[in-house]
């Protein structure tokens, strides 16, 4: 579904990716992780078209994406949860989601209002409390339910597990788990490698700018190499 070749992205002289290649096949669930400033938000924001890269390529089904503008791409259903959550803190939760079903214009809700607060049953009864108001874990909720009413067809996040206690992860890659299992795509990008590796079939490791290691989680995640970098108390929340 998703295929990036030989990826580059400068800032004013840094180079924050050099010829990353990655690929994301339908229904699957893949994880990239590293270490601060390996470039992972630098890849992800490429894909939605908030950096422009300098090379390389970025195709969704065949179709080249690079040259199109942030509303074109999340149209296309390619929907980035950003880090931070970045929630609107002064709308209510309701007005939040019905934001992110902007993203649909003519394209059919995969997941309209009444399914994404089935999801999130805490959504729907803190449906008309300010997004500012909600503990972290919640909004996180809340940035992903808004994606979801944007019909994606590969969902993209940015460290959903940044700032939240280690239970409150462990509920958002349960929820990120059976979105997969339910068929939705989803490209997650993670410093908590150790679950990501555990949720996730698939992963890359990044490493300024490079992709260093590439394979089936499971065996990532019992590589001593890797364990060594990524899975001791670096990268891990827990
Ligand atoms: P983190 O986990 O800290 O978000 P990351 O792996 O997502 O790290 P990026 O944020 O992509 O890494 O950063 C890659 C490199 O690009 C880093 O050297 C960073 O300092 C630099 N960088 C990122 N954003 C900008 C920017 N807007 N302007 C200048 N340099 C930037």
Same mark, same amino acid.
Do not use: C, F, T
């Given at each position: 579904m998703l295929e990036i070749t030989d990826l580059t992205a400068n800032y004013s002289g840094i180079q924050a990716l050099?010829?990353? $290649?990655? $690929?994301?096949?339908?229904?699957?669930?893949?994880?990239?992780?590293?270490?601060?400033?390996a470039g992972k938000s630098t890849l992800l924001n490429c894909v939605s078209a908030q950096v422009l890269p300098a090379s390389g390529s970025i195709k969704l089904d065949g179709k080249e994406m690079i040259g199109q503008?942030?509303?074109t791409v999340s149209r296309? &259903? +390619? +929907?980035?949860v950003p880090e931070g959550r970045q929630v609107f803190a002064e709308m209510t939760v309701l007005e939040n989601l019905q934001l992110g079903g902007t993203a649909l214009r003519s394209r059919a809700a995969t997941y309209p209002l009444k399914r994404v607060l089935t999801l999130f049953p805490i959504l729907d009864e803190r449906r008309q409390q300010l997004a500012g108001s909600l503990s972290?874990?919640?909004?996180?909720?809340?940035?992903?339910?808004r994606a979801l009413m944007g019909g994606?067809?590969?969902? +993209? +996040?940015?460290?959903? $597990?940044? &700032?939240l206690a280690p239970l409150v992860v462990k509920q958002v890659f349960a929820t990120l788990r059976a979105l997969n299992q339910e068929g939705l795509t989803i490209l997650l990008i993670e410093q908590n490698a150790k679950q990501a590796l555990e949720v996730t079939s698939r992963a890359y490791v990044i490493e300024q700018g490079r992709i260093v290691h590439a394979g089936p989680s499971s065996e990532l995640a019992n590589d001593p190499e890797?364990?060594?970098?990524?899975?001791?108390?670096?990268? $891990?929340?827990?």
């Open positions: 050099r010829g990353v $290649s990655l $690929s994301v096949k339908q229904g699957e669930m893949v994880a990239l992780i590293g270490p601060n400033g503008n942030a509303w296309a &259903g +390619l +929907l980035q972290g874990g919640q909004q996180q909720m809340l940035a992903i339910g994606p067809r590969l969902l +993209l +996040l940015d460290e959903p $597990s940044l &700032g890797i364990e060594a970098h990524y899975l001791g108390q670096g990268g $891990s929340n827990d």
